[in-house]
């Protein structure tokens, strides 16, 4: 298939810890925008929607200032590209070039490095609306779309929120050739026709392809859709050499993780918006903090109960982790009045969880046990209902 948009062929980084350069080869030239992070450092490179063509290890390779690149789609029309720094650097040049001379076009950026305070000052000067890519064609993007568009006036029925995770630069958890994001994209649809086919609630997906979504976003969907229930979906992986965990997972909000293997999965999730080059310092406070407290406690209840339905129904159709049940503070979990589960649907580090995620049949199920779950957890909530006790 032809690609409508600009190639990436080749990527070069030459240089030392004082001075870097990056280079990337395209069939046209393009352009761009550059920015730092701080902690840790970065740069990310905002550019319209490319199709990478490069060799898919380039991103592991380091040199000088440049410790790691990841790159891929943030929203429909722009990508990003994100370098992990060694140490504190500005951005001395970034600019695209036309083919000439017969080099092909390409984007330049150079790297010099500085101490940390010409870092932070240089960091107050340029990032402030830096969560967004300011370049490009740029189409709505899908979260934007939604959060534009909240629950029709006409439409009574509950709205369920469906969260694949990761997606765009941000991979997720990978083994051999699969990764993540794709794996739980797919599951994620699934259950939208699923549901919709039923025909009870109102599926809202907070993303539908490829495309990088912020935590704090995929939160604001869920809250200005006024959702009734928030599943996001996922596949966890241990890091090679820490056992051999296997089976589904269902987690919940807690500010204190149930037990160590929570905890590192959280923080591991948590990391998605630094992977992408969101802000983390950005979260948004708009409700006092008292309010939060007293919603959070039902929707908390509200939660646990769906979590322990889920367990149930998945229970039937896949194997299922031998605690089952946990919870951690998952940042993607934190909607104070949208009762929200994460589901992690198995282990794509372990070869039978890995099997099963990519069966065909497998996946129906356990789709058809999540839709069960929904079912348990609306039927009940009716009939609960009302002046509370
Ligand atoms: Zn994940």
Redesign the pocket.
């Known amino acids: 298939m032809a690609a409508p948009f600009p190639v990436a062929t080749d990527v070069r980084i030459a240089g030392d810890e004082h001075q870097t350069r990056f280079i990337l080869d395209l069939d046209k030239r393009i352009s761009l925008r550059a920015f730092t992070l701080a902690d840790p450092y970065r740069v990310v490179i905002d550019i319209p929607q490319v199709s990478f063509q490069i060799n898919a290890g380039a991103g592991a390779a380091a040199r000088g200032l440049v410790k790691a690149f990841r790159y891929g789609l943030v929203m429909p029309g722009g990508s990003r590209i994100v370098f992990d720094l060694s140490g504190p650097a500005k951005i001395k040049n970034a600019y695209g070039l036309d083919p000439a001379n017969g080099q092909p076009a390409r984007l330049v950026i150079d790297l010099e490095s500085v101490d940390r305070t010409a870092f932070v000052q240089a960091l107050a000067v340029e990032s402030r609306p830096e969560l967004r890519p300011a370049i490009g064609p740029v189409a709505v993007p899908p979260a934007v779309a939604a959060l534009a568009a909240p629950k029709p006036a006409n439409d009574a029925r509950p709205v369920v929120v469906i969260d694949p995770?990761?997606g765009g630069i941000d991979n997720?958890?990978q083994s051999g050739g699969e990764a993540?994001k794709g794996l739980?994209l797919g599951f994620g649809i699934a259950l939208r026709d699923r549901l919709e086919k039923a025909g009870k609630y109102r599926v809202v997906m907070t993303r539908t392809d490829d495309t990088f979504i912020p935590l704090g976003d995929r939160v604001k969907i869920a809250r200005n859709q006024s959702a009734a229930l928030f599943v996001s979906i996922?596949?966890?992986a241990l890091p090679k050499g820490e056992g051999d965990a296997q089976g589904a997972t269902v987690y919940t909000l807690s500010d204190k993780a149930s037990d160590s293997e929570a905890e590192r999965l959280a923080d591991?999730?948590n990391k998605?918006d630094a992977i992408g080059g969101v802000n983390l310092t950005e979260e948004p406070t708009d409700v006092a903090d008292i309010l939060i407290d007293l919603a959070q406690r039902e929707t908390r209840a509200f939660s646990n109960r769906f979590a322990r339905l889920v367990v149930g129904e998945m229970k039937t159709t896949a194997r299922m982790h031998k605690h089952p049940l946990k919870s951690a503070g998952f940042r993607v979990l934190k909607a104070p009045d949208v009762p929200s589960v994460l589901i992690?649907l198995g282990y794509v580090s372990n070869k039978e969880d890995l099997l099963q995620l990519q069966s065909e049949s497998w996946r129906s199920k356990t789709v058809g046990a999540v839709a069960q779950a929904i079912d348990g957890f609306f039927s009940k909530k009716i009939v609960s209902a009302g002046p509370k006790n």
């Open positions: 995770g990761h997720g958890t993540e739980v996922h596949a966890d591991s999730e998605a992690e």
